[in-house]
């Protein structure tokens, strides 16, 4: 991967010798957004290696969730990016609906659609001030915590919980939006536009923003393909790939809106990708509150929350056998399809993707969760070779990594 | 293309490595051998009426828990997509029953080399031609594979990594350092009850 070192870096050399070192950077480090280690060799301020290591988080969710049933195993989707936990809790579901090809009523999806893209805002919101920070915009971080406060508010007014939601369920979501958060909501979205241009105004023609993101971790098209990217950073290098239009799922394909792209690929046209990204999802929630229809907010079949669960035949008969009132399950009896899918959505982060087998029974055979902040941090190494230990930072901030998520 | 019609192209371009096709909830799979899995993969990344250019997923599975017969004990699931033409397939390689082992796709996606470790790490499948094959998420010195089906979901005994990490506590403890990181002879409010 040596195109990706956008420039060379002339190494000054004392008495025609130059001395390598290495740095341990992390992983208490608060520029490393989580417990993320960076193996560094120098020379100088250029970065001759560069070694990530994750793990620190592990948790072994993919092992865990084989021992749980399916709706016990959509807590786990909360820990993994505790920053927009709502956009997971949505994958996971909608990964599990297709699995168990379970229906989702219509007023459910638009209810997802708005929290997933509250969260897209708090996530970006979050990124945009730890980033703008890191490089050394102090304002910015205070401004983007004010509005994401209202947005956690808004969630504690829908399920009572401002992190870990669990609010989405498997073929609908817990409970209905209340007359209050839809007006709340609507203020906010006539206010937050303004805001932006707030956060546009100190930061995005000034100058050491410029000189610290324009032209630094450049990433072709093909390079960031290569490499796995999703999200925002690859639309930052112009390649045209967001789920929410590919595959539509929820109310997506209900809702217009534009999927912004750069064509630069630096950690500016990354940044304008979110920030743009930001005004579509204010732009998606305003039609779906518009449109939001009547009906129940949970699916005749869904397995967590209505009971008891459709019965195959055979059980009812046994059941009827002892007289109606007992229902005998069968030990190796099939509750669900059985078969395999990879159902991928679109998380602030890039492409979250579960890779589902399912053998008949209620727990999960394998479940494989392709999350976007590893493949991110594992291009990192590639991203960074070359560069100055200064933009190591910037290129973390701007690849927006979540190390619960990267780690599972 | 309609997952059918992939299926069908590549079993007509790979006969002899193609075990079984079969469209499960709307998405294509194919089961595939693993002598030849690189060379396919680069058929379906290269083709012009495929071109499969995104690498979603790579992860193991360990079969030996599943009731479908005929399968290997392990085997290695790549999720591709088109983002130029819109359209997926999954492929699963066979990578046998005891020391699995297939080939990197490192070099057709760089991007594959993390994902590649993971599975090594979690599941035990090594990957012949990989640059920089280590453990990802574990640490280093463990032992085992979580992944595999054999291996328990609790542990019995504590990793000895843990195991130093509390003897250098207790003798730093000796000296008076509080790992807590409380300075000592401070407030401490059950003393006054």
């Given at each position: 991967m040596s195109g990706t070192i956008s420039k060379t870096i002339e190494v000054p050399v004392v008495d025609g010798e130059s001395e390598r070192y290495s740095l341990r950077m992390g992983?208490?480090?608060?520029?490393?957004?989580?417990?993320l280690r960076v193996d560094l060799e120098l020379d100088g301020e250029t970065i001759m290696e560069c070694n990530p290591q994750v793990g620190y988080l592990h948790r072994g969710f993919e092992k865990l969730a084989e021992s749980k049933t399916y709706a016990q195993a959509l807590?786990?989707?909360?820990?993994?990016d505790y920053i927009a936990a709502m956009s997971n809790n949505i994958g996971y579901c909608v990964a599990v609906e297709k699995l168990l090809a379970v229906s989702v009523p219509e007023r459910a999806q638009y209810i997802r659609t708005i929290v997933g893209e509250m969260s897209r805002l708090c996530s970006h919101l979050l990124w945009l001030a730890t980033h703008a920070l890191d490089i050394g915009a102090m304002t910015v971080f205070l401004y983007c915590f004010r509005e994401r406060e209202i947005l956690l508010d808004l969630f504690e007014e829908l399920c009572g919980a401002r992190l870990t939601f669990s609010y989405p369920r498997i073929g609908g979501v817990r409970q209905d939006v209340s007359r209050y958060f839809v007006d709340e909501l609507q203020r906010f979205l006539d206010m937050f536009p303004a805001k932006m241009e707030e956060y546009e105004t100190l930061i995005d023609t000034n100058r050491i923003w410029l000189k610290r993101t324009v032209g630094v971790g450049k990433l072709s098209g093909a390079e960031a393909l290569g490499l796995g990217l999703t999200g925002a950073c690859l639309r930052g290098s112009g390649v045209d790939y967001d789920i929410r239009k590919h595959q539509p799922y929820d109310a997506y394909d209900k809702v217009e809106f534009e999927v912004p792209l750069a064509t630069e690929g630096d950690i500016y046209a990354r940044y304008r990708c979110r920030m743009e990204e930001m005004l579509q999802s204010v732009h998606i929630i305003q039609q779906c509150i518009d449109q939001l229809p009547p009906g129940p907010i949970v699916g005749p079949d869904a397995p967590d929350l209505v009971?008891?669960?459709?019965?195959p035949a055979r059980v009812e008969a046994d059941a009827a056998a002892f007289g109606g009132g007992l229902i005998k399950l069968v030990r190796d009896q099939k509750l669900y399809i059985s078969g395999d899918v990879y159902v991928a959505t679109e998380v602030p982060k890039g492409e979250l993707g579960f890779y589902f087998i399912s053998d008949g029974n209620n727990r999960p055979y394998r479940m494989h969760i392709r999350s976007p902040s590893f493949i991110h941090i594992g291009a990192l190494k590639a991203i960074c070779k070359g560069e100055l230990i200064a933009d190591l930072i910037a290129n973390i901030g701007s690849l927006d990594v979540v190390l619960g998520e990267s780690d599972r | 293309m309609e997952p059918v019609a992939i299926i069908d192209q590549v079993k007509a371009e790979f006969p002899d490595e193609v075990i079984e096709g079969y469209v499960n909830q709307g998405q294509g799979a194919i089961i595939v051998r693993s002598s030849r899995v690189k060379e396919m993969l680069r058929y379906l990344r290269d083709d012009a009426s495929l071109q499969?250019?995104?690498?979603?997923s790579l992860c193991g599975v360990d079969n030996s828990r599943r009731k479908d017969p005929g399968l290997s004990k392990f085997e290695v699931v790549y999720n591709l997509y088109s983002i130029v033409l819109g359209h997926e397939i999954r492929l699963r390689a066979e990578a046998g029953d005891t020391d699995p082992a297939i080939d990197s796709v490192v070099e057709l996606w760089p991007g594959a080399d993390w994902l590649e470790r993971e599975t090594y790490d979690l599941m035990g499948i090594s990957f012949t031609g990989h640059p920089d094959l280590r453990r990802v998420l574990m640490p280093e010195d463990w032992e085992g594979h979580p992944l595999q089906k054999s291996y328990p979901l609790k542990g019995k005994v504590e990793w000895k990594g843990m195991i130093e990490l509390l003897e250098k506590v207790k003798e730093l403890d000796k000296h008076g350092f509080d790992p807590e990181g409380h300075a000592h002879g401070q407030y401490d409010p059950r003393e006054n009850d």
């Open positions: 992983p208490q480090h608060p520029a490393t957004h989580g417990v807590i786990l989707t909360d820990r993994l009971m008891p669960f459709k019965a | 499969m250019n995104h690498l979603r």
